[in-house]
Structure formats: structure tokens, C-alpha cells
């Protein structure tokens, strides 16, 4: 599924897909502001946050 947001292009600075021009659901990490901090504990220090986990762990 191409990024709405960035129309496919794969835009670094887009949030939705990280610039990766498809919303596979992996979306910047909110906590750290897609910093990938070692210490934060919502993405693990990658800095992207895949929405099929998120959801997982809230199960
Ligand atoms: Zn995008
Ligand atoms: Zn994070």
C-alpha cells in the first residue's frame, strides 16, 4: 500500500511511512519522536513503531 501521506516517494521526513513510500503500519515512534532512543521502551532504540505490535501488546 503506497504512503498517502507522502504519495510514495518515500519522503524521509514523513511520518507515516518513515520514509520508506509504502505504510507497511510501521509508523515513527511517538515517545521518542522517532529518535530510537536505547532507553525508550516503545520502539526498542529502532525509532519506528510497527502498528500490528502496538496493537499486539495492548492485547
Ligand atoms: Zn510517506
Ligand atoms: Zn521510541
Redesign the pocket.
Known amino acids: 500500500m503506497r504512503c498517502n501521506s507522502c504519495n510514495g516517494e518515500g519522503l524521509v521526513r514523513c511520518r507515516k511511512c518513515s520514509g520508506e513510500g509504502i505504510d507497511y503500519g510501521i509508523h515513527k515512534?511517538?515517545?521518542?519522536?522517532?529518535?530510537?532512543?536505547l532507553a525508550?521502551?516503545?520502539?526498542?532504540?529502532?525509532?519506528?513503531?510497527r502498528l500490528l505490535d502496538k496493537i499486539k501488546s495492548k492485547v
Not at 29 to 37: A, K, P, Y
Not at 42 to 49: A, H, N, Q, R, S
Open positions: 515512534c511517538e515517545n521518542c519522536g522517532g529518535e530510537g532512543e525508550c521502551s516503545t520502539c526498542e532504540g529502532t525509532g519506528k513503531v
